[in-house]
């Protein structure tokens, strides 16, 4: 942020379109970690998923479990987005990915985020063996809390996994760059997609979401983002 911005009117709109999404959404995180009865995180586990290296946050066990998404507000303070404009080296394609990061300027609605977060590595220490899982906490912008949000753009297929391979859109690939990079055991699936869309308010003061390029969105840009949280395997018997 530039001496320029209006930091307190940032800290206004992203305390006022928090609150907003909270009412609406039982996932948002600033709410979660608000609510006194526990009702959102109840029956909540951290369980493998088909690929053996990964372990994702879902409600509910066994046939019925089903992965969350939380939602959060913030500032987007930095950003690696669409257009892919330059080849990288074809042995930094899994590397490769799309990111946002934000913060809350001090907004006690992301101080919430942050505490969610925090609740949720608890959940997860209690899955793998005592020291294994890396220590996480939340990086400094300009003083305050900023959490990163990211999706690569390719995933390794294990023989035998079920992944089929999708194009890229022209509004993260136009030239091609990215579709030339796959291979048979490294493919850009349904899970390596991220959706941008603008918020519109109506005549009748209700606000509507339409599909937008990655493009439209600018550091400084008030965002809700929707998260899935996952845990991986890393180097030796660390996650």
Known sequence: MDKFY???????????????????????????ITDQEGKQMSDV???KDTDDSVWQL??????NA??????CTGVMCKANLPLIVRAPRWDKALML???????????????????????????????FKHGT??????SMYQGFPMLTLSNQYFQIVKEGAQHEAI??????????????LGKRDMVHSEDNVVQYFKAQTDDE???????????????????????????????????
Request: proline share 4%.
């Open 6 to 32: 209006d930091i307190a009117r940032a800290f206004n709109s992203v305390q006022k379109h928090a609150k907003e999404s909270m009412n609406m959404n039982p996932y948002h995180m600033s709410r979660i």
């Open 45 to 47: 586990s951290l369980q």
């Open 58 to 63: 879902v409600k509910g066990n066994g046939d």
């Open 66 to 71: 089903e992965e969350l998404v939380f939602s």
């Open 97 to 127: 990915l799309q990111s946002i990061t934000v913060t809350g300027l001090g907004c006690t609605s992301f101080d919430d985020v942050i505490a969610m977060l925090q609740e949720m590595k608890l959940t997860a220490e209690r899955v």
């Open 133 to 138: 899982l890396d220590k996480w906490t939340p």
């Open 205 to 239: 003061g209700k606000c509507r979401f339409q599909q937008a390029r990655p493009q439209l969105f600018r550091i400084r840009d008030v965002v809700e983002a929707q998260c899935s949280v996952i845990t991986f395997k890393a180097k030796g018997i660390k996650h």
């Open 167 to 180: 194009p890229f859109s022209d509004d993260v690939d136009p030239a091609g760059i990215l579709q030339h």
